[in-house]
């Protein structure tokens, strides 16, 4: 797991049979094999979002295990006796708005799918998954940058109280963790 922090070195790190890397991978190559599959009911691109044949009920499905794990993970932090009290509540709201970043796309996708006509539902997927993607993103920006009643995390955090900006902030992280 402690591979996760820096994904991208976890991946080059295979050959040595790291469980984030695998991890990391499997999800990729899985997603992308879904993604192919998906063509034979449908030429269209986004076709898995569907969720009516098996593709897209794969994909579906593993974005829901993906968010019951990231769930799980988070509250184990949270609950674990390793966060310190002044971080709970930040964790438990970055654990709902994450949890629900991979729960509304399979939601929403078999809501339309089982309620929308054939002819449109491409545009009302379409459409919701981005309005629901741009609420997620804002909601996590809010949580990790917002000055207005900053939690423990900005208070915290070496990327808000450093007068440097953010890239120069995650360089200097990702120098200091090697």
């Known amino acids: 797991i402690d591979g996760l922090r820096i994904p991208i070195?976890?991946?080059?790190k295979i050959g040595q049979?790291?469980?984030?890397?695998?991890?990391?991978?499997m999800i990729y190559v899985l997603n992308t094999t879904l993604a192919q599959c998906s063509r034979i009911y449908d030429d269209d691109f986004d076709s898995y979002h569907s969720y009516e044949h098996l593709p897209g009920t794969i994909?579906?499905?593993l974005r829901c295990l993906l968010g019951l794990f990231f769930l799980i993970g988070?509250?184990?932090?949270?609950?674990?006796g390793k966060c310190p009290q002044s971080l709970r509540s930040f964790l438990t709201k970055f654990m709902l708005i994450g949890t629900s970043w991979f729960i509304l796309l399979p939601l929403?996708?078999?809501?339309?799918?089982?309620t929308a006509d054939n002819h449109s539902k491409h545009m009302k997927i379409t459409s919701l998954t981005l309005c629901?993607?741009?609420?997620?993103?804002?909601?996590?920006?809010?949580?990790?940058?917002?000055q207005f009643q900053s939690s423990a995390?900005?208070?915290?955090?070496?990327?808000?109280?450093s007068e440097n900006s953010l890239a120069d902030s995650t360089s200097t992280f990702s120098d200091t963790s090697q």
């Open 9 to 12: 070195s976890s991946v080059f």
């Open 108 to 114: 929403a996708s078999f809501f339309i799918s089982k």
């Open 153 to 161: 995390y900005q208070r915290l955090s070496k990327v808000i109280q």
């Open 132 to 146: 629901m993607q741009l609420c997620s993103y804002a909601s996590l920006t809010w949580l990790f940058t917002s």
């Open 74 to 80: 988070v509250n184990s932090i949270r609950n674990g």
């Open 59 to 61: 994909q579906m499905s």
């Open 17 to 25: 049979g790291n469980p984030a890397a695998l991890l990391i991978v």
